[in-house]
């Protein structure tokens, strides 16, 4: 199991930017996926991008392209997700999650899943 802190968080006008992280436990993080995930209100929770273990493919969700840029640093064993050009519809709770076993988004319930941060943007 892997554990997953994210950070970064907060209150920004529509417009604006936020970079959310997620820390992440363990001594095989290169090697496996990350994602991005959010949850609004009354919603369910949704993809919003994913990053291979190496950094070399990325996924995104049609809501977020050229917006959102997912990354890591591997040393750090740390994720990235850099939000631009925010608006109110991307109000959500997000949440980190790993796939260290290689599950695929269609089993999303096997990942690890962080605690997640709540990003709030305002018109």
């Known amino acids: 199991q892997v554990q997953l802190v994210e950070s970064g968080g907060g209150l920004v006008q529509a417009g604006g930017s936020l970079r959310l992280s997620c820390a992440a436990s363990?001594?095989?993080?290169?090697?496996?996926?990350m994602g991005w995930f959010r949850q609004a209100p009354g919603k369910e929770r949704e993809f919003v991008a994913r990053i291979r273990g190496g950094g070399e493919s990325t996924t995104y969700a049609d809501s977020v392209k050229g917006r959102f840029t997912i990354s890591r640093d591997n040393a750090k064993n740390t994720v990235y997700l850099q939000m631009n050009s925010l608006k109110s519809e991307d109000t959500a709770v997000y949440y980190c999650a790993a796939d260290p076993r290689g599950y695929g988004l269609g089993h999303q319930n096997l990942w690890s899943w962080g605690q997640g941060t709540q990003v709030t943007v305002s018109s």
């Open positions: 363990g001594r095989t993080f290169s090697t496996y996926t």
